[in-house]
């Protein structure tokens, strides 16, 4: 199981940024996934998951009606979708894969891309 996390950078407040997780020696469509935050001094936290038993999406509050979790299983990639970013959002984004999560914890997480860095600011 590999993960490759990209799409970070510098956004605006306000702005949009898309993030991509492309997906290796496994099928997005069988798993668990969510994309995971750690901003500086702080424990890494979920933003977005997608259950891998029923396909129950969880959004934590403070980013509902902002982001957007989805999947492509031709191309075999997730993305999470950033809209009206606030600098709170700061931190290194994680996407996770696990044949067994239903929380979005990442103590549910066995798999873990590499992280790309989002910085919201003006």
């Known amino acids: 199981v590999q993960l490759q996390a990209s799409g970070g950078g510098l956004a605006q407040p306000g702005g949009s940024l898309r993030l991509s997780c492309a997906a290796s020696?496994?099928?997005?469509?069988?798993?668990?996934v969510g994309w995971f935050r750690q901003a500086p001094g702080k424990e890494r936290e979920g933003v977005s998951c997608?259950?891998?038993?029923?396909?129950?999406?969880h959004y934590t509050h403070s980013v509902k009606g902002r982001f957007t979790i989805s999947t492509d299983n031709a191309n075999n990639t997730m993305y999470l979708q950033m809209n009206d970013l606030k600098p709170e959002d700061t931190a290194v984004y994680y996407c996770?894969?696990?044949?067994?999560?239903?929380?979005?914890?990442?103590?549910?997480?066995?798999?873990w891309g590499q992280g790309t860095k989002v910085t919201v600011s003006s």
């Open positions: 997608i259950s891998g038993f029923e396909g129950d999406v």
């Open positions: 020696g496994f099928s997005l469509d069988s798993y668990g």
């Open positions: 996770a894969a696990d044949d067994k999560a239903w929380r979005c914890h990442p103590s549910d997480y066995a798999s």
